[in-house]
């Protein structure tokens, strides 16, 4: 009889069943997807970072970060979090401690922002780093308009470039320090990373441009630095080879997905992220034939998927066995019970986008509402 309504839950309910990453034991397959919240001070993470995550966390959940800047010049929001400098680490723990005290899983989602961007950011003043000095062509920006002007880049020469990934390590090495489970190597959405593998973006003739191999080879040496650091078994990756957000675009993003996930396996790292090709514009979902399916098949290790997911096809895709796990963002953001809601199929808080950004520690944060006063 119990087996009979496991068995049926199961099949009704994909997203509630538990899954092992490696080694560790996910007690269901909702992923708290890195959103920046802006909510940090002097890229330090603030103690109510800990109660914003704990209200997401699930015994056996797993949970990215918000982004954290690997360097000083990493960063191109304001009160975005860091882990480069020892008191950035020190604030981490309690945050990771309070995820940990209630069961879940949690990873630090390690950036750099590339040239998006600005001066004002940038230690001395200096132009943000990329793979090129074209400067970004969009005035898109977090949280729509008003946000920084770009600043044309520098382009990194070869001996920076080993600075950069030294830098990742570090961070690595900080982010494990901190208590946390493992890291995300930030590779999507128009970032350093992104701009890289880009052809649209990268234009060097060096050993880092040209080909696709060429392309990959900055993440890939990442990979190997961060998988010495602390070793492959906690590591991830998040890529958007179809997104063109901040004006990083790819003329072949099913090449380029390929590839990654194929050089990917031979570091055999954890899991690898991947932004499902309809979110091609970070707010609507668009019809499209693409498919993360080829990534998925060639990936060997956990395949997680995100993208304006709901409950309904969040649970066809794992059924599918199309991905294992599936991030969630914006639900998230506004039902902290997530998986609760989604096992009782309860309705749902509608997420306010005005308030996704502004540096309240409370309002748009902390304040969205449980199921019953059970927070
Ligand atoms: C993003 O992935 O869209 C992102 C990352 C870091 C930020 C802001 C946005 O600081």
Redesign the pocket.
Known sequence: MEENREELRNVLLPLLTPYKMGNFDLSHRIVLA?M?RLRSYNFIAQPHASLYYSQRTTKGGFLISE?SGVSDTAQ??PH?PGIWTKEQVEAWKPIVKAVHNKGGIFFCQL?H?GRVSNYSFQPGGNPPISCTDKPIQTDQH?GGSGGAIFSPPHRLTIQEISQVIHDFRVAAKHAIEAGFDGVEI?G??G?LIDQFLKDKVNDRTDKYGGTLQNRCRFPLEIIEAITKEIGPHRVGIRLSPYAN?NDCEDSNPEALGLCMVEELNKYNILYCHVIEPRMIT?FEKLETKSSLLPMRKAFRGTFIAAGGYDRSDGNEVISRGEADLVAFGRLFLANPDLPRRFELNSGLNEYDRSTFYTHDPVVGYKDYPFLEDDS
Do not use: K, R
């Open positions: 890195p920046t982004a191109g929001y975005t950036f922002a977090i930030h999507a959405n970032y957000y970070q």
